[in-house]
């Protein structure tokens, strides 16, 4: 099986130019990789602390993340001679998704992805011709709709699907050095995280709580065909891969 | 050699909703075909009498453009069933350019392509692979800059680009039935047009002044390689391609 990387990058990292260029620079060095952006740039609507997504707010995710930022970053890796691509899980059918039922709360135009249906020949068609898609966090109904969909989420799914067919390290990049035994100092990485020892750290409740959910995705990929998943800071993503830096996560 | 057809689509289609649903229904029914938007929607700069393409402006044509209106266009036409992927001449280093040259004028951020570095192998990609490009007329420099291309003059780049590889045929499509003999009756449309013929209506000023510059880079497009250029409403495309509507030219 040939290797594959799926990178998210965290909005704080696309929000800052000198760190996005620097950023773009390494990820163009990496080859086999597909990189997903976030959303948290654009301000949300929240209704009883939940994000929702209208369609006005739709339409602005649409122009910002799937057309400005998406294609700066293309127009920047491929001046650094990286066959980039920009799409979002609408062209290509590359993500199909469905639109999150309204029970107690609407969450608008929010798109929950349906992994069965990922088009993995899409996916293969570009990766293994030397194209390196950058997929802005958009999915669509099948009925015309574009949906907003968590980039955690996304990079998940796409890394899952592409399991059948690659060996995938999924890479959750953001402004930290990686999971953190005392979340504000960044000397306290976990360099290698596995189970058991990750039970032992919730019992000893020295996992920031932001964290868990995280983690428990980060098991869950694991679980689902995921190789490894990394995570740590994006100006590091060189080491990162390399397992030099940040926290690799392995199911052994 | 397959069959392939560029169809380029004017910008007051692409501004109604039910012009452009209508538009679509019929686009997703042909295959082997690629599209291109207009830009004529944005509000643009003028210094005399000049489109000038400022540095707001390239974002929000790149916004609008290159994000909203292509991801609206690829969610229509994969609910469709018709496997659209939205690019820009950025993704995949599909249409690279230069920034043009400043001499009287500064058009600033405006691109001219450099036709003879078109990626027809990554045109071939997707094309090969039952993918339907849908094109955002952006270009780059190559090293970093987006840059605002004509619409017009994409499409037949690409389809000048493409002729080396498919039988190309170009449809400029837009709200008028064709070239017409009286600018204002849409039934004096001219069916078949050759060069011979264009000369005797230039000769007898026949051909509507604002055509002309429409019509050279049509026969020169014949000039390079494409088979046929056709211009003709974008509501009867169907009829378009199959001659029995528009404009049809030919270099016999």
């Not at 293969?124 to 958009?138: D, H, I, S």
Request: hydrophobic letters at 40%.
């Amino acid at each position: 099986m040939d290797k594959l990387t799926v990178i998210k990058i965290g909005g704080n990292i696309i929000d800052d130019e000198a760190k996005l260029s620097s950023f773009l620079k390494s990820f163009a060095t990496i080859s086999g990789a597909t990189k997903i952006g976030d959303t948290i740039g654009i301000e949300s609507k929240y209704v009883d602390g939940r994000r929702i997504t209208d369609a006005a707010t739709i339409d602005l995710v649409t122009m910002v993340y799937g057309g400005l930022v998406n294609k700066k970053i293309i127009a920047q890796l491929q001046a650094y001679a990286c066959n980039a691509i920009g799409v979002t899980g609408v062209d290509g059918n590359l993500i199909p998704a469905t639109k999150r039922p309204v029970k107690e709360i609407d969450y608008g135009f929010v798109g929950d992805v349906l992994s069965s249906q990922i088009a993995t020949d899409s996916w293969e068609l570009l990766l293994n011709n030397g194209m390196v898609p950058v997929v802005a966090p958009l999915t669509h109904d099948g009925q015309g709709q574009i949906l907003n969909t968590n980039a955690d989420t996304m990079a998940q799914e796409i890394a899952k699907a592409l399991s059948s067919v690659y060996e995938v390290s999924l890479v959750y990049s953001f402004e930290k050095a990686g999971v953190l035994l005392d979340a504000n100092d960044d000397s306290t990485v976990i360099n290698k995280l596995n189970p058991k020892y990750y039970d032992q750290l919730k019992e000893e409740q020295k996992i920031f709580a932001g964290m868990i959910p995280k983690l428990d995705n980060a098991f869950a990929a694991l679980n689902s065909g995921v190789k490894k998943v990394i995570i740590g800071n994006a100006e590091q993503l060189t080491e990162l891969i390399a397992g030099t830096s940040g926290t690799t996560i392995l199911n052994d």
